[in-house]
């Protein structure tokens, strides 16, 4: 592995990242999912470990193997156990794991850890008012309950974070709706069709009119391209 990278500690929010991809991919292994390992660490790298090389956060996949196989879970078929992991980096990811309500199985327990991690993952990050992970590759996730499970966790958390305002024009919602909020529209930067991912770096809340621009106006690709500025979520797919 690349060392170099290496000096510094993990922070928290770093460690907390990778556990979130890891169970992540681990939901979707269960669920016969396809999902790439390597489109994962590139995201992560794009995203929360962008001080990280590639190698190292692939390591510290394979540390989180290790420490679901000490607490007597299943690990990702394709992350082997390093073991080697310091004992403070291993406590750290423990109690990360358990905060997202995965412990040590008790002699006889069954084995929890199934398609629930992902409800876990989607369901903390909802009550903590962090970003929901979203759907990397919307059409291959053929699951339609987690597709629509997914969907509705980056939709809902767009339009709560847009707090009623159009991030196309900066103005508020022109109506409020019939369940009493404000009336906008969620739009995927990259269409979905074009191969867009439904996650929050991807997906912004708009008025009727910004959403129409978006899709029919004669200065469209401009019109998007200040999104990448204006909004520091977004990253360009
Ligand atoms: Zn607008
Ligand atoms: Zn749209």
């Not at 590139?42 to 956060?57: F, I, N």
């Not at 997202?100 to 929890?112: D, H, P, T, V, Y």
């Not at 990397?136 to 969907?151: C, I, Y």
Request: aromatic share 6%; proline share 3%.
């Amino acid at each position: 592995m690349d060392t170099s990278k290496e000096k510094t500690g993990w922070s928290d929010e770093e460690l907390e990242a990778s556990v979130d991809a890891y169970l992540k991919m681990f939901a979707l292994e269960q669920q016969n999912q396809p999902f790439k390992k390597a489109d994962e660490n590139r995201l992560l790298r794009e995203g929360p470990l962008s001080k990280r090389s590639a190698s190292s956060v692939e390591y510290r996949m394979q540390n989180i193997s290790a420490v679901m196989e000490q607490l007597g879970q299943q690990r990702i078929t394709g992350y082997v156990s390093a073991k080697n992991l310091g004992s403070g980096v291993s406590k750290r990811i423990k109690e990360i794991l358990a905060k997202k309500g995965i412990k040590a199985l008790r002699k006889g327990e069954q084995r929890a850890v199934t398609f629930t991690a992902l409800q876990l993952v989607e369901v903390t990050a909802l009550q903590q008012n962090e970003a929901p992970v979203g759907v990397l590759n919307p059409k291959e996730t053929t699951s339609t309950v987690v597709r629509l499970a997914r969907a509705q966790s980056v939709k809902k958390w767009v339009l709560k974070h847009s707090q009623g305002i159009c991030e196309g024009c900066g103005q508020t919602a022109p109506f409020v709706s019939a369940n009493g909020r404000p009336f906008l529209e969620v739009h995927h930067v990259k269409h979905l069709i074009d191969g867009g991912t439904d996650r929050i770096c991807n997906t912004v809340a708009l008025c009727p009119n910004c959403h129409r621009r978006c899709h029919h106006s004669s200065d469209k690709k401009e019109f998007t391209a200040e999104f990448y500025k204006k909004i520091e979520r977004l990253r360009p797919e």
